[in-house]
């Protein structure tokens, strides 16, 4: 990772190519020796017929739809998995070949047409949408079978057809014209609890399921069910492919599969020095004084508040890293500023490198500890940071 003194890679989608990245005030740098390590180690872990689809909705996490998806089908994932039909084209525009499944629901014939253009696979979830999707690709005279993911819900009690209607449902889709069933596949909703039993309940269910496709003579081309924790928890449920998304960015969807295999975060979070100050005991620190000076403190103005993803809530409650030590965040997070007492390094400069997630030296913080902080999950942490902060690719 970047010490501040060495040269950054490639830079995803932001504007380091108008100010030089020596400038910026805060951005986001992106580990890709680290993403590629996950993915590798994630391969290793599947079950030797198991493909790896890798989650890039929601800009890969935070971390650079375009840039993620290169690196991660470089190291060893065969599919990527988007939310919505931009995120799709976006990638695509970007030059990324690879199948790549929607795992929102589609409906409009704007969005349909856009699939079939770009063509990404759509994950189809009632007998409604199917219809909606082969009647639209006859109006438009679609004449190659566009694959489709059949999405059943076991329990999530999310998108999908009710699992006890798998059989009657995979087999209207099976019979409309331009469509072509590339997999069937459910979503566990607490595969990351201690407790297996609700997952264990939607695998049979999901199993029951598959039963009663073959049971009308349909063979269900590809199978998953698998996150980021089931893949970890039980090879079991790797079926053909696993649907990866926080573990290839190097953290662990909970403490207690921290230990299944080697995991390296991506993405650290780093700022600026713009001043340092003196002020005296009895002082109180940005708006509302939420903070009194105990006595005379050193204080450092960084430049990164919460319209740059620094979530408000943690004023008084963080720390940060300047040359390698821990330092106390003090005051209300303002929108594009933060405070921290910098006493123990009297000699701090502006201009310095802060880092507010990631390491230096020996010390970490990491976005588990603000999750922890804030009785959240790193997941939202992680795709909290805004655009205006540039993503910086290092190797």
């Known amino acids: 990772m ?10 995803d989608n932001q504007q380091c190519d108008t100010y030089a990245w020596f400038s910026q005030r805060a951005w986001v740098e992106i580990d890709l020796g680290a993403l590629s390590f ?11 017929r198991t493909q790896l689809m890798a989650v890039v909705k929601a800009d890969a996490y935070g971390h650079g739809a375009v840039t993620v998806a290169q690196t991660v089908l470089g190291a060893g994932a065969s599919w990527l998995g988007v939310a919505t039909v ?5 990638l695509r525009e970007g030059g990324i070949k690879a199948p790549i499944l929607i ?11 856009a699939i079939a253009h770009w063509k990404l696979q759509p994950t189809l979830c009632s007998p409604k949408q199917a219809l909606e999707f082969s009647n639209t690709l006859e109006a438009i ?8 993911h059949i999405k059943l819900d076991t329990g999530m009690s999310r998108l999908g057809t009710n699992w006890q209607e798998a059989g009657e449902f995979v087999q209207l889709v099976q019979g409309l014209p331009h469509l072509k069933i590339a997999s069937i596949y459910s979503h566990l909703a607490t595969a990351d609890s201690p407790d297996s039993t609700i ?8 199993q029951e399921a598959i039963a009663q496709i073959t049971a009308k003579g349909i063979k269900p081309p590809s199978l998953h069910i698998a996150n980021s924790a089931a893949t970890l928890t039980n090879r079991a449920l790797h079926y ?22 080697r995991l390296q975060p991506v993405l650290q979070l780093k700022a600026r020095v713009t001043q340092v100050k003196t002020i005296a005991k009895g002082t109180g620190v940005s708006y509302g004084h939420q903070f009194i000076a105990p006595k005379e403190m050193r204080i450092a103005v960084v430049g990164i508040g919460y319209a740059d993803g620094v979530p408000r809530h943690l004023s008084n409650q963080m720390q940060a890293l300047i040359r390698g030590q821990k330092v106390t965040q003090i005051g209300t997070i303002t929108m594009d500023q933060l405070m921290l007492d910098v006493s123990s390094i009297p000699d701090l400069q502006e201009g310095e490198i802060v880092t507010l997630l990631g390491e230096q ?10 999750a922890n902080t804030l009785n959240t999950i790193s997941w939202e942490i992680l795709c909290g940071f805004k655009h205006r902060l540039p993503r910086v690719a290092v190797m």
């Open 361 to 370: 030296g020996k010390e970490k913080i990491s976005a588990d500890d603000w």
């Open 38 to 48: 996950n993915v590798q180690q994630l391969v290793k872990f599947l079950s030797p």
């Open 240 to 261: 053909d492919m696993v649907r990866v998304g926080l573990a290839i960015y190097g953290l662990y969807p909970a403490t207690h599969l921290n230990k299944k295999i």
């Open 86 to 90: 931009p995120e799709g084209i976006q």
């Open 199 to 206: 997952m264990e309940e939607q695998q049979r269910r999901f």
């Open 141 to 148: 005279n679609y004449t190659s079978p566009l694959p489709v």
């Open 103 to 113: 795992l929102g629901a589609i409906h409009t014939p704007e969005q349909i047409h």
């Open 2 to 11: 970047l010490s501040g003194k060495e040269t950054p890679g490639a830079v």
